[in-house]
């Protein structure tokens, strides 16, 4: 499948499955726009996929929110653990963590309710006057939550699935937004044959990492 | 089912289902101990239970780890968002999470493998001598990860499934260290009813929070 032809169906409110390459993780994210978040697709990220469901926010949005990486936070609290700080993972990058987050109006914050809820109201919060965004954010959401923010780095400096899927996100024309949830299969990261045949089955896009690399 | 019998589960490597009061979450927990972590019983956790699978400490524990809760971290940065700390969820508890984290061994980290492999570790870590704990933990373990420590805060102190499965941990002999991960239905928690009924199909015990509380 073609970059604009995933584009397509993800601007429609579509699912997209990308693959990152056998040179990184080797594993296919399952993925949507957050401004179609539902309970039935957080249903969907957690039956099909299994890993950890994340918002991704690209860089200029999460500068809006006042978002830090996680390890910034974690270097800046000085306690003895701030030394087990992740400066690269095993496949050669930084994390993309931000915090986890929750809005105050969820109950538990881990159910299909919640989640989408929470997802729904960041997505929201991104249309507001830039003025509020900030003050917005600290009053409206508490961490630790269930949702786990990525900040994205710009595909021309990092290939993770947090950089793909939003630069997918841009090149649809839509807000740097996106959930995505690792796809895994019994003990190891689900095959790229088996990732496709789902995306097939289903009706959704697939696409490889190096298709959204900078030309 | 009496407590008894659901320590004897636990301690011969059984899995367990807590449901924790209709006063509090209403929600079910699927966990088993630590040193029985497999990655087929990660597999079960995400694609029967589905919530974030987390390890629970006792405070002892953490206390040999050097462990601070995730909110100690957040306050400590003095970063805005430090403002966004928690102070007591819907359910009207503080949260029991303290950092994410991977064994350095892993490759992606959240593979059924890799997660089951972090919990190992942990637990094989408690066993080592006491003056080495903290040093190895900060050598051999990264944050963020994707293996979600909790920290108990004592039964008598609190009536989360962190402290509840960590009681019956003690109540069964074994060490203050448990996997546990929220099971979900449709949109919401799984209703107790039919937690109930998957513990009875597959052979697991079940109980109810308020069994654990003291006397």
Not at 118 to 146: N, Q
């Amino acid at each position: 499948m073609q970059v604009e032809e995933a584009a397509g169906i993800l601007a429609k409110g579509g699912m997209v499955v990308i693959y990152d390459g056998d040179e990184r993780e080797g594993e296919a994210d399952l993925c949507f726009h957050a401004a179609s978040a539902s309970p039935e697709r957080i249903q969907r990220l957690r039956k099909d996929a299994g890993g950890l469901i994340c918002l991704a926010l690209d860089g200029k949005t999460a500068k809006k929110f006042g978002l830090p990486f996680y390890t910034d936070i974690l270097a800046a609290s000085r306690h003895p653990i701030a030394k087990m700080e992740c400066k690269k993972a095993a496949y050669g990058d930084r994390p993309a963590f931000s915090i986890p987050v929750n809005h105050k109006k969820v109950y538990t914050g881990i159910t299909d309710i919640d989640r989408s809820l929470t997802i729904k109201k960041i997505s929201e919060l991104i249309e507001a006057d830039p003025r509020d965004i900030r003050r917005r954010f600290v009053d409206e959401f508490y961490s630790p939550g269930h949702v786990f923010l990525l900040i994205g780095r710009g595909i021309e400096n990092r290939h993770g699935h947090t950089e793909l899927t939003l630069e997918l996100a841009k090149q649809a024309g839509l807000v740097g937004t996106m959930v995505l949830c690792e796809m895994l299969g019994p003990g190891k990261a689900l095959a790229k044959s088996s990732a496709r045949e789902y995306a097939e089955k289903n009706g959704f896009a697939f696409l490889e990492g190096k298709q959204l690399w900078p030309k």
